[in-house]
Structures are given as C-alpha cells and as structure tokens.
C-alpha cells in the first residue's frame, strides 16, 4: 500500500504555456501532499505544502501565482505551473502523507518538465 | 538552518562489497534522521530512521546510526548486490516534524555482477 502517482512522467512545453501536473494517492486518503522541485545533482527542495480544502503554503521564494497548486480531493493534487519559461524546466516530485497516519511521506515517481 | 551535506557519487561497487555513504547535518534541537533510496522510474521509498541520538536504523541489510557528538548519519551495508542499484538520499526534519524534509543531494550507487 501507500502508492503515489504522477501524470504526466515528462513533459515538453513551448515557452509561455500552463502546465498540469497531476499527484494521486491511490491506495490511501491524503490530507497532505507536498510538492518539490529538483535541480540536476541538487537536494529536492520543498515548494509548497497542500492541505485538502485549502490554499496551499508556499515555502519563502516560491512564487505563488506562477506555481498554482490545487488540492480538492483527498486523492488528487495538482501543480499548474503558469506561463512556463525555460528556467522552469526541472524535475518536479509530489509525496503525501496518509490521513490517518504517523506524518511519513510517500513520493510519487516524479515528472520532468522540459520548456522550451 | 537546517542543512544535509552528502556524499556525493557516483559510487560504483562490486557485488559482495562493503558499502559507506556518508552524511552529516547541521539542525537546531534534534531532529529525524532518514535514508531514502530511489529505484530507477520509482518514487523515493524511506529505507531506515532513526528519531534520537545513537538510534540506529535498519532494514535490508542497511543500517545508519544517528550520532549527535559527530553530527553524522552514514549508511552502510555489508554486502551489496546488483539490487541494490539506486540514488540514496539523506534526510533529515527539522522544526515541525516528518513535514519539513530537508534533502542531502543524493548518491547514485551502481552495483556491478
């Protein structure tokens, strides 16, 4: 148990579109979900944590306009990154947490953006 | 602030091998402290914690001891195999609990038959 998934695995994007990516807990209710961002041979840094039913908490530097997360179901986050440009590109992660549980984060299996 | 400084690789090993990945932290209060391992096309999996000081943590044949005098939390296996091919990555969690996760860089360790 304690799948989580991502959609879709990579993308490529003209510079100055919107971008969706979607995070799924599939086995397991997430009150919780995280998104984070890698940089090539960087820590995984944390964006945002999304809380169902409510706005997401942007970490200090994370642009909120420009990286819109949305969590409406127990099961479902999704991270719209806005007006894309290459700087963007990047390897983006989700993980969440059960509802009812010890706080241990599940990551999905990542997605890379790619802008052009 | 909170902080991991990795080892960083890769690293390549000979199957039966005695592997290390070292890791040092730099936090206020205690922290957790985590190893996770991410198989090629998978998500990050916890391998091992370890919750207060001189904890050590287990699972598979890895284990890591938390040691607060040395601020060190380093992985290490005894005998490796070609399973066991994947990026490592150091955890720990600051202020707030298993929430705020900060990441080492990852070691990417490639086992050879």
């Known amino acids: 148990g304690a799948v989580v998934s991502q959609h879709p695995s990579w993308v490529i994007c003209k510079s100055g579109t919107s971008v969706k990516i979607e995070c799924r807990s599939l086995d397991f209710q997430a009150t919780t979900m995280f998104w984070y961002r890698q940089f090539p041979k960087q820590s995984l840094m944390l964006m945002a944590t999304?809380?169902?039913?409510?706005?997401?908490?942007?970490e200090q530097g994370v642009e909120k306009d420009k990286f819109l997360i949305n969590h409406a179901s127990l099961t479902l986050s999704t991270l719209t990154v806005t007006s894309a440009h290459p700087e963007d590109s990047s390897f983006y992660i989700c993980?969440?947490?059960?509802?009812?549980?010890?706080?241990?984060?599940?990551f999905g299996p990542g997605t890379r953006l790619t802008v052009l | 602030g909170d902080s991991v400084t990795q080892m960083e690789g890769p690293v390549t090993l000979s199957e039966e091998a005695f592997l290390t990945i070292n890791c040092t932290y730099t936090?206020?209060?205690?922290?957790?402290l985590f190893w996770y391992v991410q198989y090629p096309g998978e998500g990050l999996q916890l391998l091992l914690k370890?919750?207060?000081?001189?904890d050590k943590g287990s699972n598979k044949g890895f284990e890591a001891t938390y040691r607060k005098e040395t601020t060190s939390f380093h992985l290490e296996k005894g005998s490796v195999q070609v399973s066991d091919s994947a990026v490592y990555f150091c955890a720990l969690s600051g202020r707030g609990g298993a929430n705020n996760l900060f990441f080492g860089t990852g070691t990417r360790l490639t086992v050879i038959p």
């Open positions: 370890a919750t207060k000081a001189d």
């Open positions: 936090a206020t209060g205690y922290p957790s």
């Open positions: 993980s969440a947490t059960r509802t009812r549980g010890n706080n241990e984060q599940f």
């Open positions: 999304s809380n169902e039913g409510s706005k997401a908490t942007y």
